[in-house]
T-cell receptor, first 115, second 112 residues
Framework: EPEVTQTPSHQVTQMGQEVILRCVPI?????FYWYRQILGQKVEFLVS????????KSEIFDDQFSVERPDGSNFTLKIRSTKLEDSAMYFC?????????????FGDGTRLSIL | LAKTTQPISMDSYEGQEVNITCSHN???????ITWYQQFPSQGPRFIIQ???TKVTNEVASLFIPADRKSSTLSLPRVSLSDTAVYYC?????????????FGAGTQVVVTP
């Protein structure tokens, strides 16, 4: 069964540094998402992406965050200047369509630890 | 997006059937009901989705009454590996680009 893959599985970064989290969505999917989950808390929506542009973003997704689809297979999340509170699991997801009744397929996440 | 309410936790023994009920009183006409499962340190995994009546797949069954104000996820004969958090989500065909809003979910613990 096709799956969403994320790298690295764990990233440790000094506060203030830039970090790029990478995702390879399912190949025929067109809609891409990033979510995060702070330890012990809910999964939170960050951003959705379609047709090479952001479709929707949450209030968490401020100017420090950006997303990009640099080629036909990768989807990246960049945090420009990391803060301690950015420490979380970051999940990438993809779906065939962007409607609410279309299941999203998630990767196993990148654990981001900010020191 | 319709708000959902589900129990915080449920305990079960191996081999039993586990039923998790989710309330969604404000479900809209075009909303579907979707359940996800999440193991520790893994991403949520789609389990099942339905609109009305009953849906069954190889993993679970989803029962939706006629008024659609609640739904019940049924896990038959659970094993230890079914210990996970289960999320009920409600969303429709016109949702803003498929944004999923997860609640706290139901922590299911299966013991021998």
């Amino acid at each position: 069964e096709p799956e969403v893959t994320q790298t690295p599985s764990h990233q440790v970064t000094q506060m203030g540094q830039e970090v790029i989290l990478r995702c390879v969505p399912i190949s025929n999917h067109l809609y891409f998402y990033w979510y995060r989950q702070i330890l012990g808390q809910k999964v939170e929506f960050l951003v959705s992406f379609y047709n090479n542009e952001i479709s929707e973003k949450s209030e968490i997704f401020d100017d420090q965050f950006s997303v990009e689809r640099p080629d036909g297979s990768n989807f990246t999340l960049k945090i420009r200047s990391t803060k301690l509170e950015d420490s979380a699991m970051y999940f990438c997801a993809s779906s065939g369509q962007g409607r609410g009744n279309q299941p999203q397929h998630f990767g196993d996440g990148t654990r981001l630890s900010i020191l | 997006l319709a708000k959902t309410t589900q129990p915080i936790s449920m305990d079960s023994y191996e081999g039993q059937e586990v039923n998790i009920t989710c309330s969604h009183n404000n479900i809209a006409t075009n909303d579907y009901i979707t359940w996800y499962q999440q193991f520790p340190s893994q991403g949520p995994r789609f389990i099942i989705q339905g609109y009305k009546t009953k849906v069954t797949n190889e993993v679970a069954s989803l029962f939706i009454p006629a008024d659609r104000k609640s739904s019940t996820l049924s896990l038959p004969r659970v094993s230890l590996s079914d210990t996970a958090v289960y999320y009920c989500l409600v969303g429709g065909t016109t949702d803003s680009w498929g944004k999923l809003q997860f609640g706290a979910g139901t922590q299911v613990v299966v013991t021998p």
